[in-house]
C-alpha cells in the first residue's frame, strides 16, 4: 500500500476578508474602529456596574460579565487581524491557530449560557417577583456562572484536541479573517467524521437547550406581561425585554447558520459575513443595546465619568 503524504502543518494563511491591497488600508480603519469602540464601551460597562454599589444586583452581575466576555471575544481576532494587515501578512501559527479556536469556542460558549442566564433572570423578575431574591440569591447566580465557565470550558477543549489529532495536506489556506472550526476541517486530509458529529450533537445541544431556555422564559413572560392591566405596565415590562431579545436573535441566527446548518449550504460569503456579525458587531453593539435606552446604566456611567474628571482635575491642581 502506497503510503499517504500527509504533514502537519506549521502555520496556516488567514486570507481575511479581502485579498484586494487597495481595501486592506479600509479593512484596518473599519474593523480598529469597530474594535476600539466596542472593547471601549464593554470596559465602560464593567466599570460602571463594579462603580456603583446599586447596581450589585443579579441582572447587573450577568451583563457586567457578558461584557467581560465580549470584550474577550472581540480582543481573541481582531487584534491579530490588524497586526497582520499592518505588518502586510497573513500567517497564523499552528499552535496560535489551536489557540484561537479554543477561546473562540468558550467564549462564543459563555455568550451562549449568559443569554440563557439574563433570560433566566428576566422571567423570575417578571413572573415570580416576590421569590426574585430567594430565587436569584447570590449563591445561586456564583453557581449559574461557574456551572458555565466549565461547561464552555470543556466544550471547547474537545473541539481543540479533536482538531490537534488531525493532519493536514499542502493547502494550509484559510478564507477567514481567523482560524475556525469548518474551514479547517475541510483543510485536513484525515478523516473528520468524529469532529463534524461532536460538532452537530455536542455542539448542537449546548446551542439548542439554551436557545430552548430562554424561548420557554419568554413564553411564560409574554403570558404574565399580557395579564398585566394597565398599558404602561406592560410597555415597561417589554421594554426591559426587547433589548435582549434583539442581541438573542443576532446571535443564535449567525452561530446557526454557520455551525449547524448543512455542510454543502456553506459559503464562503456567507460564512465570512455572519462570522464578522456574531464576532465583532454584536459585541460592539451589546454596550449600546443594553445601556443606552437603560436609565441605571446611564447614571452610572454618568457617574463614572464625573468621578475620573474630578480626579483628572485634583491631578492638575
Given at each position: 500500500m502506497e503510503e499517504e503524504n500527509y504533514t502537519s502543518a506549521s502555520e496556516f494563511i488567514l486570507l481575511g476578508l479581502s485579498t484586494q491591497p487597495e481595501r486592506q488600508d479600509l479593512i484596518f480603519g473599519l474593523f480598529l474602529v469597530m474594535y476600539l469602540v466596542g472593547a471601549a464601551g464593554n470596559l465602560l460597562i464593567i466599570l460602571a456596574i463594579g462603580s456603583d454599589s446599586h447596581l450589585h444586583t443579579p441582572m447587573y452581575f450577568f451583563l457586567s460579565n457578558l461584557s467581560l466576555v465580549d470584550f474577550c471575544f472581540i480582543s481573541s481576532t481582531v487584534p491579530k487581524m490588524l497586526v497582520n494587515i499592518q505588518m502586510q501578512t497573513q500567517s497564523i501559527s499552528y499552535c496560535g491557530c489551536l489557540t484561537q479556536i479554543y477561546f473562540c469556542i468558550l467564549l462564543a460558549n459563555m455568550d451562549n449560557f449568559l443569554l440563557m442566564a439574563m433570560a433566566y433572570d428576566r422571567y423570575v423578575a417578571i413572573c415570580h417577583p416576590?421569590?426574585?431574591?430567594?430565587?436569584?440569591?447570590?449563591?445561586?447566580?456564583?453557581?449559574?456562572?461557574?456551572?458555565?465557565?466549565?461547561?464552555?470550558?470543556?466544550?471547547?477543549?474537545?473541539?481543540?484536541?479533536?482538531?490537534?489529532?488531525?493532519?493536514?495536506?499542502?493547502?494550509?489556506?484559510?478564507?477567514?479573517?481567523?482560524?475556525?472550526?469548518?474551514?479547517?476541517?475541510?483543510?485536513s486530509c484525515s478523516n473528520t467524521q468524529l469532529n463534524q458529529?461532536?460538532?452537530?450533537?455536542?455542539?448542537?445541544?449546548?446551542?439548542?437547550?439554551?436557545?430552548?431556555?430562554?424561548l420557554v422564559s419568554y413564553t411564560h413572560i409574554v403570558s404574565a406581561v399580557l395579564k398585566v392591566p394597565s398599558t404602561q405596565g406592560k410597555q415597561k415590562a417589554f421594554s426591559t425585554c426587547g433589548s435582549h431579545l434583539?442581541?438573542?436573535?443576532?446571535?443564535?441566527?449567525?452561530?446557526?447558520?454557520?455551525?449547524?446548518?448543512?455542510?454543502?449550504?456553506?459559503?464562503?460569503?456567507?460564512?465570512?459575513?455572519?462570522?464578522?456579525?456574531?464576532?465583532?458587531v454584536t459585541p460592539m453593539l451589546n454596550p449600546f443595546i443594553y445601556c443606552l435606552r437603560n436609565k441605571d446604566m446611564k447614571g452610572a456611567t454618568r457617574k463614572l465619568g464625573m468621578v475620573e474628571l474630578d480626579r483628572a482635575l485634583h491631578r492638575k491642581s
Open positions: 416576590l421569590h426574585y431574591s430567594t430565587m436569584m440569591s447570590l449563591q445561586i447566580c456564583a453557581l449559574m456562572l461557574g456551572s458555565s465557565w466549565l461547561i464552555a470550558n470543556l466544550h471547547s477543549l474537545l473541539h481543540t484536541v479533536l482538531m490537534a489529532r488531525l493532519e493536514f495536506c499542502a493547502s494550509n489556506v484559510i478564507p477567514y479573517f481567523f482560524c475556525d472550526l469548518i474551514p479547517l476541517l475541510q483543510l458529529l461532536m460538532i452537530l450533537l455536542v455542539g448542537g445541544l449546548i446551542v439548542l437547550i439554551p436557545f430552548l431556555a430562554i434583539a442581541v438573542v436573535t443576532l446571535f443564535y441566527g449567525t452561530i446557526t447558520g454557520v455551525y449547524l446548518s448543512p455542510s454543502s449550504s456553506h459559503s464562503t460569503g456567507k460564512d465570512s459575513l455572519a462570522s464578522v456579525i456574531y464576532m465583532v
